[in-house]
């Protein structure tokens, strides 16, 4: 357990599986209650998203293994609080409404776009940031962790809504039901294999990093960045996998939605 590529490994596949399922408890307690309510809780909880570009900003030109930690853990902060706020309803989009059905695909790309508007443009001004902040700087860990996870979401998005065999809605809190008419199932969609060989592209890069390099900070920097990829990888295979990644997470997960969880449910699938 010494090997510094292993604790790293272990580092970053806990705090995916760990901070999931705190942002999964928070926004089951803001469920509970009003917008207003929620808004204030955002607001409240905005300092970790300022202190999280506060430490992607510090450690960019620090070249030591706490500084690689930090600036992973700060690119988390980050991104976290930009999806408690979209869970909470609090940071989606214009439109609030189901998706009609009998309409044309570029009608349902605008509509499916209007839900997430709000969204997008805080998660691509946060990235806009964090790349001015950390490119060409001595530690750009956190900002390769922000760019991993940005790019996997939009990835997930965009085969959630070209569709995908199984779609998991034990996720999708009250504030944000009406999303899973946007959803789509079906067997395949075009998209899927490009963005899973794109992953693993990335995965196989930072995995050579790791092996190229000879400074402990950067070969944990490497780790960290492989394992996140490797996470976002498996989120996309479990999408047509039966694999019950809910149960990771089941204890935390308000027992809700069994009418839209059907709708959304393989036939053949078990466990969920």
């Known amino acids: 357990m010494s090997n510094p590529i292993v604790i790293a490994c272990l580092v970053a596949i806990f705090s995916w599986w760990f901070f999931t399922g705190m942002i999964l408890i928070a926004v089951r307690l803001c469920d509970r209650l009003s917008i207003a309510q929620r808004q204030k809780v955002c607001l409240a909880s905005l300092p ?8 992607i900003d510090y450690t960019a030109n620090l070249q030591t293994t706490t500084a690689v930690y930090l600036g992973f ?20 989009g214009p439109n609030v409404t189901e998706c009609p059905t009998n309409i044309t695909p ?14 997008e443009i805080a998660l691509l001004a946060s990235l806009s940031v964090i790349i001015y902040i950390g490119w060409g700087a001595e530690n750009g860990f956190g900002m390769w962790t922000f760019i991993i996870l940005y790019g996997a979401r939009v990835f997930a998005k965009l085969n959630l809504f070209f ?4 779609i998991n809605v034990e996720f999708v809190p009250k504030a944000l039901a009406h999303l899973t008419s946007h959803f789509r199932v079906s ?4 998209f899927f ?5 794109l992953l693993t592209f990335a995965l196989a890069c930072w995995i050579e990093r790791i092996y190229a390099m000879t400074l402990a900070e950067q070969i944990i920097g490497f780790s960290l960045l492989s394992s996140m990829t490797a996470m976002a990888l498996v989120e996309h ?14 204890w935390m997960i308000p027992q809700k ?12 699938s078990h466990g969920l």
């Open 163 to 166: 569709g995908v065999p199984r």
């Open 48 to 55: 970790i998203f300022g202190i999280g570009l506060f430490g």
């Open 187 to 190: 067997s395949m969609n075009w």
């Open 73 to 92: 853990f700060a690119a988390l902060a980050v991104w976290g609080w930009i999806e408690f706020a979209f869970l909470t309803g609090v940071i989606t």
């Open 237 to 250: 295979w479990v999408m047509v996998l039966p694999v019950p990644d809910a149960q990771l997470w089941r």
């Open 106 to 119: 570029i009608e349902r790309f605008i509509r499916a776009w209007g839900t997430l508007a709000y969204h």
């Open 193 to 197: 294999p490009i963005s899973v060989t």
């Open 257 to 268: 939605h069994e009418q839209i969880e059907q709708k959304y449910r393989r036939k053949d």
